[in-house]
């Protein structure tokens, strides 16, 4: 029996194909299934059911598999223990980002962590939140950054920054007519949002008080990025609300269309997240360190409590 034998069968039970799992193992079929089939004979036990499509743990085959994950834990537990004693930071890191965060905070990290750690391969994927929480789950990711909380008691999260939100207007608008602009003016039925699955979304239908809006109209146009959002805005009429981020960049005149929240400052919380089976200690140091170092100042700053409202 070998730890090669144990991630076969926990690839499969994954895939639930054969032909699948020795893809993602970089095997051929026949070596895989040479390799359970002998597995199988040493344990005298049957652990998937072939004749099922897709094939399927037998209900002995579900308890080798529960203690194959138990063991491959433990041993990735052992190698990233003798990596973090050896001060090493080192492997592959497969990390998700949210789309909202990713055209703009990965820029601000990525290359000093690639430099300082070359020994680290970062992998990076744009999820929406749903899709990155399965894939944290089922092993597939090593750790994300997103917006939180996500109160789920399988995931880690671990707070990176506080970003506040500030109001993208059209050139248009009668409330560029104010320096700060209170929530009770935000009509959802100018708002310019996106489209579902994104959290942003939600926050944003929060802040434009959706609850007093008769949904039998007309409401938003829906887009799926936010350079969208303020194309359309700055295109037409309406407003949009956007993450301190995506405004950094902004020209100067895009700027002039930015207000501040007058009473308090809504904040999304941001956080690196990682799922039940991580086990790459060491990179996750290394990841949140850069990150948090090269945080635009406005970000580092601690906000008094009285001042902001995190919206979930």
């Not at 652990?47 to 499509?53: A, G, H, L, N, V």
């Not at 433990?74 to 990596?83: C, H, V, W």
Request: net charge neutral.
């Amino acid at each position: 029996m070998t730890l090669t034998q144990l991630n076969y069968i926990i690839a499969v039970d994954r895939c639930r194909n054969f032909a699948q799992a020795a893809k993602e193992c970089f095997v051929t079929q026949p070596t895989l299934s040479m390799q359970i089939q002998k597995l199988e004979d040493y344990l005298q036990i049957i652990i998937f059911d072939r004749s099922k499509t897709p094939v399927e743990p037998t209900p002995m085959g579900s308890k080798v598999l529960e203690y194959a994950r138990k063991v491959m834990h433990g041993a990735q537990e052992l190698e990233e223990l003798s990596k973090s004693l050896r001060g090493e930071v080192a492997g592959e890191f497969i990390l998700a980002v949210i789309p909202t965060l990713a055209p703009y905070v990965l820029p601000l990290f990525v290359q000093e962590f690639v430099a300082e750690y070359p020994d680290v391969e970062l992998k990076i994927y744009e999820h929406q939140t749903d899709e990155i929480i399965r894939l944290l789950k089922e092993g597939k990711l090593d750790g994300a950054i997103l917006a939180t909380p996500l109160e789920d008691k399988q995931l880690h999260e671990e707070h990176l920054f506080l970003e506040p939100f500030k109001i993208f207007l059209s050139p248009k608008h009668d409330l560029l007519k104010k320096k700060a602009i209170e929530e009770k003016d935000l009509n959802l039925r100018h708002a310019w949002l996106l489209k579902e699955g994104h959290c942003l979304r939600a926050q944003a239908l929060h802040l434009c008080q959706y609850k007093n809006v008769k949904e039998d109209k007309k409401l938003f146009f829906e887009a799926g990025s936010l350079e969208t959002l303020i194309n359309m805005v700055k295109s037409s009429d309406g407003f949009t609300v956007l993450p301190y981020l995506a405004t950094i960049n902004m020209s100067i005149a895009d700027q002039k269309l930015l207000r501040d929240f007058k009473v308090h400052t809504p904040v999304r919380d941001i956080s690196f997240v990682t799922g039940p089976h991580s086990m790459k200690k060491s990179i996750e140091k290394a990841l949140t360190k850069v990150i948090s170092k090269n945080l635009p100042k406005e970000l580092k700053k601690s906000s008094k409590k009285a001042e902001i409202v995190a919206i979930s």
